[in-house]
């Protein structure tokens, strides 16, 4: 499914980052940073703009081709890594942030994934995420349709565990205008942490 949909000469979510990536982070910065199931690459993109390290992971051999791709066009370096994140370890506090938008697993995918965050970053390092919520089913604007694909803020919180200083967490409801997939009002919960 998604080579099929990363193939299409249009970028599936477009080619700029997500609105939330870009209002917590907007200033130049230097450090490492690992994108979870990062599709075509456009926050990845972004992010190595404002001077990041960034590696992009994805299960999408046509997805990570389409982040070099737009890397080239945008005149930055990124790096590519096709994982399955059911079976991809984070290595320990490798990371300055870690980035997961619109990363939406199996349950038992979800909890190895999240899992392994806090352990992932370097102390002080940050956390985001925007994910679809259960609520999303009725917007009918993007994301699964399998409500287990979905995240409630109490489970994410919960795993996510106690050791972050969070600056954003919470769900709500706004505008997502990315490519073909993601448009309209929606439902999404909003992450922005720290590792304590």
Same mark, same amino acid.
């Given at each position: 499914?998604?080579?099929?949909?990363?193939?299409?000469?249009?970028?599936?979510?477009?080619?700029? #980052?997500?609105?939330?990536?870009?209002?917590?982070?907007?200033?130049?910065?230097?450090?490492?940073?690992?994108?979870?199931?990062?599709?075509?690459?456009?926050? *990845?993109?972004?992010?190595?703009?404002?001077?990041?390290?960034?590696?992009?992971?994805?299960?999408?051999?046509?997805?990570?081709?389409?982040? &070099?791709?737009?890397?080239?066009?945008?005149?930055?370096?990124?790096?590519?890594? /096709?994982?399955?994140?059911?079976?991809?370890?984070? *290595?320990?506090? *490798?990371?300055?942030?870690?980035?997961?938008?619109?990363?939406? @697993? #199996?349950?038992?995918?979800?909890?190895? =994934?999240?899992? /392994?965050?806090?352990?992932?970053?370097? #102390?002080?390092? @940050?956390?985001?995420?925007?994910?679809?919520?259960?609520?999303?089913?009725?917007?009918?604007?993007?994301?699964?349709?399998?409500?287990?694909?979905?995240?409630?803020?109490?489970?994410? &919180?919960?795993?996510?565990? #106690?050791?972050?200083?969070?600056? =954003?967490?919470? /769900?709500?409801?706004?505008?997502?205008?990315?490519?073909?997939?993601?448009?309209?009002?929606?439902?999404?919960?909003?992450?922005? *942490?720290?590792?304590?």
């Amino acid at each position: 499914m998604w080579n099929e949909r990363y193939s299409k000469t249009a970028f599936a979510y477009g080619k700029e #980052p997500n609105d939330f990536l870009k209002q917590q982070i907007a200033e130049k910065a230097s450090g490492k940073v690992l994108c979870l199931a990062e599709g075509q690459g456009r926050n *990845a993109v972004y992010l190595a703009s404002l001077g990041y390290e960034v590696t992009a992971t994805d299960l999408s051999s046509v997805g990570l081709e389409r982040t &070099k791709e737009l890397a080239k066009e945008k005149g930055v370096a990124v790096t590519t890594l /096709q994982v399955d994140l059911g079976e991809y370890q984070i *290595a320990s506090e *490798a990371w300055d942030g870690i980035v997961c938008v619109f990363g939406h @697993f #199996p349950p038992s995918v979800r909890t190895h =994934v999240l899992s /392994q965050l806090n352990s992932g970053l370097k #102390p002080g390092g @940050f956390l985001l995420m925007e994910v679809y919520s259960t609520d999303q089913l009725g917007y009918g604007t993007g994301g699964p349709k399998e409500l287990s694909m979905l995240y409630t803020l109490t489970e994410l &919180k919960t795993m996510l565990g #106690p050791s972050w200083d969070f600056k =954003v967490l919470h /769900q709500t409801e706004r505008e997502v205008n990315e490519g073909e997939y993601h448009n309209g009002k929606s439902s999404v919960i909003q992450v922005y *942490a720290r590792k304590k």
